[in-house]
């Protein structure tokens, strides 16, 4: 069936090129007309949609692999029938199938450990999600720039239904299939994991350990045949490498690896002794390590039961981050997971941690029930877990419990101190802290908001005047109005001062309150302040991501680009979701005249940003979206630019940031008169800390010799 003109667009998808035609439909080459990317839209024929409910089950599956985020799984970015016919729209790959390499031959054994590794550490966050591929073999793995990328999650459901034809379930050679799915069995992740040994085993020796002239004959060969050890094939192997392979390949799925996490570990020890010893990624045994604190999973509908769950991560973020051993993601990291159901593995990588704490909460009456877990980022276990049946008044010694049960089972020393701190409860008055925890969302959403969480949080203070996080957010609500440009600084920075100073009194190492210091500061202007602030905050909290952009940014906009670029990069590195450590570095290397990394860094910006504003269409990306319209400008993409920016403008028109950004694009794009439009559209209440930067920003170069801008900034340093 071709699709006629009019048919052309699916969703938000317009459709350009037909890349390919088979046995599960058509791909094709499309456009999305919402964001700037090219995707790849899979159209499945109808008469395989015959089983609706196989189809729905498709379309099911699809949509829980689309919450993987994972380097080496083709993202699913949509899911849907168009009219009968069900389609997939996802990433792009670029690059040949591992079926086209290995048509050229076997891989160097390092190369095929390594890519083993990596398609065993996909698997292990899609198996998390209860996702078995079912067809994984090499034509289905894309060997990309950037790594591999496997193919087409959750469409092999399709191949379950009974109104499907065996070539159709079957779709070419079985000799990846498993031996249970092959007799009809039950099976589960460990028939994906049997694939992987098959693929192993043609990376290795370029040998089929199954082959036959015939269906028949192929099975044949998977369910009663040995295949003889890679070794055989190529003596050099070691004998681990055969063990790992031929546990891959055992007939019995009990006697095969039971979980990629399993599966990575031999990899990795085999890979460790072929490079002599020596890890490349080896960080020496004392590197503090990095806890991640999820928000709590509610188990009932209440508002009251929401804002429980989350004091308890709150606290627990609070209390944890005091101590010296240990480094926690902060709470502006963690929150955005707090509607995503995301695999401990996938929430340790994309949250650079080493341990992930896991909780629920459940309330009846006047008592809670709340369950905890800590679990390693390196194979998925559970360290500790236990629960806590307590009234809703002993939440406080409850979330000091779980703080000390983390401590003994990380094997942290404490200080006498820091263990008196962890007895300590942020407030006795539980209104006051339910007030205060309503009020944190509300702080930096919009003008409005704002103003609600300034209500909410003199509640707070009423009942409780030495309240030290209250005082602290207090001070934030204030110095949020001047940084979003919704007040002056005159305004903002007197106030955020002082509550920031009685919350200090009262706990002098609060992060929260150190940091509404150094933003004062930069409202004010005062660079060597600002840097004296941020590095309390570092020295408290060294991977805190406002912090690192802080000292980078005041460095930049002070003329010293040299002693930002350390402090972006490790943010870069660091913070692998955030868009603005690279957004700053690509900013910074170009002060530097470090042209080979400009454009890389830039494309990084360009992709994290396109990925926030992916999962926040509305105003809370909009800040992303503009950040991707001026990265289209270098990219020599204008027009997309330019709706990109437009569309940022319109989901937050009083954000001056956005404003500024607009600004930038238009410099970039030699349009003088409509960048200095924006720039007094986005500096009506322009902060002190404003003052400097624009005479720095590379985006700027191009207006810095209008009179307006001279007036606005001053004149230009010389370059």
């Known amino acids: 069936m071709n699709l006629s003109e009019t048919d052309r667009e699916i969703s938000h998808y317009r459709l350009i090129e037909l890349l390919g035609r088979g046995g599960m439909g058509e791909v094709w080459r499309a456009q999305d007309t919402q964001l700037p990317r090219t995707v790849a839209v899979k159209l499945l024929p109808a008469h395989l949609a015959a089983d609706r409910e196989a189809a729905e089950r498709l379309l099911r599956e699809a ?40 048509a050229r031959g076997p891989l160097p054994a390092a190369e095929a450990l390594e890519l083993a590794r990596a398609l065993a550490d996909a698997l292990a ?35 379950d239904s009974p109104k499907l034809t065996v070539s159709d379930a079957v779709l070419g050679t079985p000799r990846f299939l498993s031996p249970e799915q092959l007799k009809g069995a039950p099976y589960d992740s460990r028939a994906d994991l049997w694939a992987l040994g098959v693929m192993l085993y043609e990376m290795l020796t370029g040998i089929a350990p199954f082959s036959g002239r015939s269906f028949e004959e192929t099975s044949f060969q998977v369910l009663h045949h040995v295949p003889p050890p890679p070794s055989r094939a190529r003596p050099e ?23 990629a996490e399993d599966l990575i570990g031999d990899l990795e020890s085999l890979l460790s002794a072929s490079a002599g010893g020596v890890q490349e990624d080896a960080e020496p045994a004392t590197r503090t390590p990095r806890l991640a604190v999820m928000p709590f999973e509610v188990m009932s509908s209440s508002d009251d039961d929401s804002f429980l769950a989350s004091g308890l991560a709150e606290d627990l973020i609070v ?33 650079a941690a080493d341990f992930v704490l896991l909780g629920s909460v459940r309330r009846a009456g006047n008592r809670a029930r709340i369950s905890a877990q800590l679990v390693s980022a390196a194979d998925g276990n559970s360290l500790w877990a236990d629960r806590f049946d307590r009234t809703l008044e002993d939440l406080f010694d409850v979330q000091a419990e779980v703080s000390k049960k983390i401590v003994d089972a990380l094997r942290l020393t404490l200080s006498p101190g820091e263990r008196e ?20 969302d509300l702080i930096d959403a919009t003008r409005e908001t704002n103003r609600e969480a300034e209500a909410l949080l003199r509640r707070a203070l009423e009942l409780d005047a030495d309240f030290p996080l209250g005082l602290a957010a207090m001070g934030e609500m204030h110095a949020i109005r001047a940084l ?16 920031a100073r009685r919350a200090l009194e ?19 202007g005062d660079h060597a302040g ?11 909290d060294p991977d805190h991501p406002e912090g690192l952009l802080l000292a980078g940014w005041s460095y930049m906009s002070h003329g010293m680009p040299e002693r930002a670029r350390p402090i972006l990069e490790y943010a870069v590195r660091r913070h692998p979701q955030a868009f603005m450590p690279a957004e700053y570095l690509s900013n910074c290397y170009e002060l530097l005249g470090l042209n080979e990394q400009i454009e890389p860094m830039r494309q990084l910006a360009f992709e994290r940003a396109l990925e926030h504003v992916r999962r926040h269409p509305g105003r809370e990306g909009a800040h992303a979206r503009s950040i991707l319209a001026s990265r289209l400008a270098t990219m020599g993409r204008a027009e997309e630019g330019f709706e990109q920016m437009q569309r940022a403008i319109e989901a937050a028109p009083d954000d001056g940031r956005i404003h500024y950004n607009a600004a930038c694009f238009y410099a970039r794009e030699g349009r003088v008169e409509d960048a200095i439009r924006e720039l007094k559209e986005g500096t009506k209440n322009l902060s002190s800390f404003m003052g400097e930067w624009p005479r720095y920003d590379p985006d700027m170069q191009n207006v810095r010799d209008h009179p307006e801008f001279a007036k606005m900034f001053g004149v230009a340093p010389k370059t």
């Open 530 to 540: 600002l840097l004296e602030s941020i590095e309390r905050v570092l020295r408290l």
């Open 421 to 440: 701190m962890l007895d300590r409860a942020p407030t006795r008055n539980a209104e006051a802290y339910a007030l205060y925890l309503r009020a944190r």
């Open 63 to 102: 949509r829980a692999a689309a919450s993987v985020d994972h380097p080496g799984v083709v993202a699913v970015y949509e899911a849907g029938f168009f009219g009968d016919r069900p389609y997939l729209v996802m990433q792009r790959a670029e690059g040949e199938t591992l079926g086209a390499r290995l």
């Open 125 to 159: 966050e899609v198996h998390a999600l209860g996702i078995v591929h079912r067809d994984l073999k090499p034509d289905n793995v894309v060997l990309t720039a950037r790594g591999p990328k496997i193919l087409d999650f959750g469409l092999a459901s399709l191949r």
């Open 237 to 259: 192997l070691p004998a681990e490498v055969d063990y790992v392979v031929m546990k891959l390949l055992r007939k019995e799925p009990a006697k095969r690896y039971a979980r």
């Open 506 to 524: 009262l706990e002098p190492d609060l992060v929260d309150a150190h940091l509404v210091l150094a933003r004062v500061h930069w409202l004010n």
């Open 484 to 499: 979003r440009w919704w007040a002056t600084p005159r305004e903002a920075a007197e106030p955020a001062l002082g509550f």
């Open 319 to 351: 209390d944890l981050t005091r101590l010296g051993g240990l480094h926690v993601a902060s709470r502006a990291e963690v929150m955005p997971y707090r509607d995503r159901a995301v695999p401990p593995r996938t929430l340790a990588r994309e949250l």
